[in-house]
């Protein structure tokens, strides 16, 4: 499953928003007690779109 949120960070991209887009495993639905290793990677040279 892929969430995708537009933020803003004034203090690094201005007034514009961004896109963060969040990849969860299919069993975040089923089970809201899950917990699950996290990983964070900036894309900031669109390698993966």
């Excluded at 803003?8 to 201005?14: E, K, N, Q, R, Y």
């Excluded at 990849?23 to 964070?40: G, K």
Aim: with cysteine; hydrophobic share 40%; charged share 20%.
């Amino acid at each position: 499953m892929i969430d995708k949120w537009n933020i803003t960070m004034p203090g690094s991209a201005g007034s514009g928003t961004r896109n963060a887009y969040i990849y969860l495993p299919d069993v975040c639905l089923q089970d809201d007690e899950a917990r699950f290793p996290v990983l964070y990677m900036f894309d900031g040279h669109n390698v993966f779109f």
